[in-house]
C-alpha cells in the first residue's frame, strides 16, 4: 500500500520535472495561462470575500481580533474558491489538455490516438471534453452532499476530515487519467474501474495534486504537471490492463 501510494506521489514529482522539456512547452503555455489567470482571479476573490463579509462585518469592540480572524478566514476563503477554480480551470482547459496528454505519450514512446491529427482536432475534441468534464462535476456534487452531512453527524464528524480528503484525492485523479484515457476513447466508468484497481496508487497521485494545488505559486502549474504525470501513470502502469474485463466492471 505504502508502495503504491509513494508511487503515485512520484509522478506528480515527474510531471513537475517534465515541465521544462522542449517538446512540450508550447502545449503547456495555453493551460498554465488559464491556470494563472483563474488562480490570480481566485487570490483577488478571495480576498475581497475575507475583506467585505468578514473583516468589514466585525462589530467595533471585535476589532481588536482582525489580527487573529484575519489569517484563519484567509485560509479557510482561499481554500474553497481555490478548490471552486481548479474545477473551472480544468472545464476551461480540458481540450488543450487532451493535446498535451497526446504529445506526453508519443513522447513517452507512445502511439498517437487514432483518428487525431494534433493541433488540428482541437476543435472536435472541445464539445467532449467539456462533456467529460460535466459528467466529473455530476459526480463530485452526488457523493459531496453525503459526505459533508458527516461533519453535522456526532461522532463521525470526527472522521468527516479524512474521508473528504481522501475523496478530494481521488476526484484530482479522475480529472487528470481522463486526458490520456479519453484521448483512447475511455469513458468516465471505464476510468473509475481501473482507478479502482489501483487505488492506492491513485490516492497517493491525488493526494500531491491536492497540496500542490493549496501551495501559493505551485497551484500556478497543478493543471499541466497533473495532465503530465497522469500520462506517465497511465503509459507505465495502467495502459497495459484495459481490456473487455475492464469494459464489464465499468457497467457493473
Same mark, same amino acid.
Given at each position: 500500500?505504502?508502495? !503504491?501510494?509513494?508511487?503515485?506521489?512520484?509522478? =506528480?514529482?515527474?510531471?513537475?520535472? $517534465?515541465?521544462?522539456?522542449?517538446?512540450?512547452?508550447?502545449?503547456?503555455? #495555453?493551460?498554465?495561462?488559464?491556470?494563472?489567470?483563474?488562480?490570480?482571479?481566485?487570490?483577488?476573490?478571495?480576498?475581497?470575500?475575507?475583506?467585505?463579509?468578514?473583516?468589514?462585518?466585525?462589530?467595533?469592540?471585535?476589532?481588536?481580533?482582525?489580527? $487573529? #480572524?484575519?489569517?484563519?478566514?484567509?485560509?479557510? *476563503?482561499?481554500? =474553497?474558491?481555490?478548490?471552486?477554480?481548479?474545477?473551472?480551470?480544468?472545464?476551461?482547459?480540458?481540450?488543450? +489538455?487532451?493535446?498535451?496528454?497526446?504529445?506526453? !505519450?508519443?513522447?513517452?514512446?507512445? !502511439?498517437?490516438? !487514432?483518428?487525431?491529427?494534433?493541433?488540428?482536432?482541437?476543435?472536435? /475534441?472541445?464539445?467532449?471534453?467539456?462533456?467529460? /468534464?460535466?459528467?466529473?462535476?455530476?459526480?463530485?456534487?452526488?457523493?459531496?452532499?453525503?459526505?459533508?452531512?458527516?461533519?453535522? *453527524?456526532?461522532?463521525?464528524?470526527?472522521?468527516?476530515?479524512?474521508?473528504?480528503?481522501?475523496?478530494?484525492?481521488?476526484?484530482?485523479?479522475? /480529472?487528470? *487519467?481522463?486526458?490520456?484515457?479519453? +484521448?483512447?476513447?475511455?469513458?468516465?466508468?471505464?476510468?473509475?474501474?481501473?482507478?479502482?484497481?489501483?487505488?492506492?496508487?491513485?490516492?497517493?497521485?491525488?493526494?500531491?495534486?491536492?497540496?500542490?494545488?493549496?501551495?501559493?505559486?505551485?497551484?500556478?502549474?497543478?493543471?499541466?504537471?497533473?495532465?503530465?504525470?497522469?500520462?506517465?501513470?497511465?503509459?507505465?502502469?495502467?495502459?497495459?490492463?484495459?481490456?473487455?474485463?475492464?469494459?464489464?466492471?465499468?457497467?457493473?
Amino acid at each position: 500500500m505504502i508502495a !503504491e501510494f509513494l508511487a503515485g506521489v512520484r509522478y =506528480v514529482l515527474r510531471g513537475f520535472a $517534465l515541465l521544462r522539456r522542449p517538446g512540450l512547452r508550447r502545449f503547456i503555455a #495555453i493551460p498554465l495561462l488559464i491556470n494563472t489567470l483563474l488562480f490570480a482571479a481566485a487570490a483577488w476573490w478571495g480576498w475581497r470575500l475575507l475583506e467585505d463579509h468578514v473583516l468589514g462585518g466585525l462589530p467595533g469592540w471585535l476589532q481588536w481580533l482582525t489580527w $487573529l #480572524i484575519a489569517p484563519l478566514f484567509s485560509v479557510a *476563503i482561499l481554500l =474553497v474558491v481555490f478548490y471552486t477554480f481548479t474545477l473551472l480551470a480544468n472545464l476551461i482547459g480540458a481540450p488543450f +489538455n487532451s493535446l498535451l496528454a497526446e504529445k506526453v !505519450e508519443a513522447l513517452q514512446g507512445g !502511439e498517437t490516438p !487514432e483518428g487525431r491529427a494534433g493541433l488540428t482536432a482541437l476543435a472536435g /475534441e472541445a464539445a467532449k471534453s467539456v462533456f467529460s /468534464e460535466l459528467r466529473k462535476l455530476l459526480y463530485l456534487a452526488l457523493w459531496s452532499l453525503p459526505l459533508l452531512l458527516l461533519f453535522v *453527524i456526532p461522532g463521525v464528524n470526527a472522521a468527516a476530515p479524512f474521508l473528504w480528503f481522501a475523496f478530494s484525492a481521488w476526484m484530482f485523479t479522475l /480529472e487528470y *487519467i481522463d486526458c490520456p484515457m479519453g +484521448n483512447h476513447g475511455h469513458g468516465f466508468g471505464r476510468q473509475r474501474a481501473l482507478l479502482k484497481r489501483h487505488r492506492w496508487l491513485a490516492w497517493g497521485f491525488g493526494s500531491a495534486m491536492l497540496a500542490m494545488t493549496l501551495i501559493p505559486v505551485l497551484n500556478f502549474f497543478a493543471m499541466p504537471v497533473g495532465v503530465i504525470g497522469a500520462t506517465l501513470m497511465w503509459t507505465e502502469r495502467l495502459r497495459s490492463e484495459t481490456s473487455p474485463a475492464l469494459s464489464q466492471e465499468a457497467t457493473s
